[in-house]
């Protein structure tokens, strides 16, 4: 994974051509900026030059060698097992009639065992496109329809993408080289959001570059002769302007013209991604909505809030929803599923929004049946991410004194100017014009003075009578300091009141997911926090969507809030252990209480925020041998 890593942010480093911070890298990647930098040492190192990543003050950008390293990492990584599956698969896509195995084998330079294993990781890889793999003798052929192989397809290039980003080298391998119009996506893909602009759409970045995965597909598919059927029925007229677009970009830069269902297909996929531009009145936005899908998005809503205490229920938020998932019941029904970029990032970064989402998501699946995957549950947390960042941003206002002695109406000059550059983060409450103000008796979070202050202190910035963009800077840097001792100081007295020294358990061993939620939840229940129907529902919880929420850490629990009080009883294991797709070292089996909501937040978000650190991590695991030691390294981390 950290290899996979590397090229990504090589790739997209190399895609962007400009300066890029640190902190964008490590959310575009879903980990730190600590890692970011370990990586682009580990890039630099494939050249003799070191010159594949520039850095500077201003973060990083592809050096002059960045393409020497890329092809330094695709050489590595030829012939990888991942390679050869793509190679097998395309080769059993491409031969209707089955494959020989033995002439395959020695095609890819493997033992017959080795071929038969890599036919088994293809069997893997079948769920949920319709298709079955068939073995008679020596031959080997993929049975279903048209469509259900072009999911397969789809499925080997979002595993290439890695995380979801859209990576046109990734289309160009799962496809091969040789497929139709290969180096040509990136010219199709522009004009295509230009057209869509001209005609009217808002084109979703995230979702159009899996759209454009998907006309590769089919591009290459028809060069080959395999085109879908067109649908019966009379296409609306949004779907013909649509289709007839993609076509003539299809024969403009692929060389391929599409028939009457590919531009059908195509087009529906394309219009369940756009939005129209502009607020819709909400009488124009409902008359779009089926009745059934706006009551369940309303329903569903008002529970989140209820459940969450976050205030989500707002009309023009659920239209909007509802709209998304009236979309999404439509790609559901071609098992169209989007990618979404930031997912991993979602949920290491704000596991609390993630959260909602993956209530709303449950509360979805029960009123529609729509089986709703990790990438679309990022799309609803996204939506109802916005409210609940306003509301987290007016929880962070700091309260601020100027002291600025009374120079006319300098003060007056000087209040205006930082609610100007800083309203949204502080909030001025006292000016002091006093030469010789008592400054113990200042009580807001911050101070910020154009005199010289008796003493110095974190919360008092010195800044000039007319404010500069380095005045600036500096408040803010102030303001951050004491937003995060504050938050590590929630976090340590939570953590405190709610860990259980009896539900500390040394030495998980690698077993399912199942085993180590039972293994946590048994003191709980027998302290009383819980019960066995709250185990059980978090094993539910966590079927739905992993809870690994980073690379070190698990936090499996319960939607619903029915414990007696809000408790966490901690695993750690050394070494790691897997769970879901990663591998994680410590998990932290959190029951809530409906009584306690408020914990919420300040301990399932914050704790995760702890745990981003590999560093951090591998310190409490190491010291932490029993309950005292592990309390007392994770309180040592916190205050740094």
């Known amino acids: 994974m950290t290899r996979a890593r590397q090229d990504r942010l090589l790739a997209f480093l190399v895609r962007d051509g400009e300066w890029v911070t640190a902190a964008a890298l490590a959310d575009t990647l879903g980990v730190t900026p600590r890692s970011v930098r370990s990586y682009v040492t580990a890039v630099n190192a494939r050249v003799p030059s070191g010159a594949a990543v520039e850095s500077g003050p201003q973060g990083y950008r592809a050096g002059p060698d960045a393409a020497a390293a890329q092809r330094a990492g695709a050489a590595a990584d030829a012939g990888t097992p991942r390679d050869r599956l793509h190679t097998l698969v395309r080769a059993l896509l491409d031969a209707p009639e089955g494959i020989d195995v033995h002439e395959t084998a020695d095609r890819l330079h493997v033992s017959g065992a080795t071929l038969e294993a890599d036919l088994g990781r293809v069997r893997g890889l079948l769920g949920g496109t319709e298709l079955t793999l068939e073995r008679s003798a020596s031959t080997a052929r993929l049975r279903g329809t048209e469509m259900a192989q072009r999911r397969l397809v789809s499925k080997l290039a979002h595993d290439e993408m890695e995380a979801g980003s859209f990576d046109l080298d990734a289309v160009r391998r799962t496809l091969g080289e040789g497929s139709v119009g290969a180096h040509a996506f990136g010219p199709f893909k522009a004009d295509l959001v230009a057209e869509l602009g001209a005609l009217g759409y808002f084109v979703n970045e995230y979702g159009i570059g899996d759209v454009v995965m998907h006309i590769a597909i089919a591009a290459d598919r028809v060069a080959a002769g395999r085109a879908l059927e067109a649908a019966s029925g009379t296409p609306r007229t949004a779907t013909d302007d649509v289709g007839s677009l993609i076509d003539r970009l299809a024969e403009r830069h692929l060389g391929v013209r599409l028939g009457a269902g590919d531009r059908q297909h195509l087009a529906t996929l394309v219009l369940t991604r756009v939005v129209a531009p502009g607020a819709e009145p909400a009488d124009d936005a409902r008359a779009r909505l089926e009745p059934a899908v706006e ?346």
């Open 295 to 640: 009551s369940a998005v309303r329903d569903v809503v008002s529970g989140a809030a209820a459940e969450f205490l976050v205030d989500i229920a707002h009309e023009d938020f659920i239209l909007r929803l509802a709209l998304h998932v009236q979309n999404l019941l439509h790609r559901s029904r071609e098992q169209a599923w989007s990618r979404n970029p930031l997912t991993r990032s979602l949920k290491s970064t704000y596991p609390m929004i993630f959260e909602v989402g993956v209530y709303i998501a449950s509360g979805l699946n029960e009123r529609l049946d729509i089986p709703i995957l990790d990438d679309e549950i990022a799309y609803i947390a996204m939506h109802v991410g916005g409210r609940l960042e306003r509301n987290r941003r007016a929880d962070q206002l700091l309260t601020a004194t100027i002291v600025c002695p009374g120079y006319y109406e300098l003060h007056e000059l000087l209040r205006s100017s930082v609610d100007r550059s800083l309203g949204q983060a502080i909030e001025v409450v006292g000016v002091e014009t006093r030469a010789d103000p008592d400054w113990d008796s200042i009580d807001t979070d911050l101070v910020l003075t154009t005199i010289d202050p008796p003493v110095v202190g974190d919360r008092i910035v010195r800044i000039q009578p007319f404010l500069t963009d380095a005045d600036v800077e500096r408040v803010q840097s102030a303001a951050g300091r004491i937003r995060r001792t504050r938050r590590l100081m929630r976090l340590r007295a939570e953590l405190e009141r709610y860990f259980v020294p009896s539900a500390f358990v040394r030495g998980l061993e690698a077993t399912t997911e199942e085993d180590v939620i039972r293994r946590l939840g048994a003191p709980l229940v027998a302290d009383g926090v819980i019960d066995d129907d709250y185990v059980d529902r978090t094993i539910q919880r966590e079927r739905l969507s992993s809870t690994a929420f980073t690379d070190a850490l698990a936090v499996p629990h319960a939607l619903g809030m029915t414990a007696t009080r809000t408790a966490i009883a901690i695993g750690i294991a050394d070494p790691s252990i897997p769970w879901g797709e990663s591998r994680v070292q410590v998990v932290a089996m959190v029951a809530f209480s409906e009584a306690d909501r408020a914990a919420f937040q300040t301990v399932f978000e914050q704790f995760v925020e702890v745990f981003s650190e590999r560093e951090s991590v591998q310190r409490i695991v190491r010291r932490g041998t029993d309950f005292p030691a592990f309390l007392d390294e994770l309180v040592a981390v916190i205050d740094g």
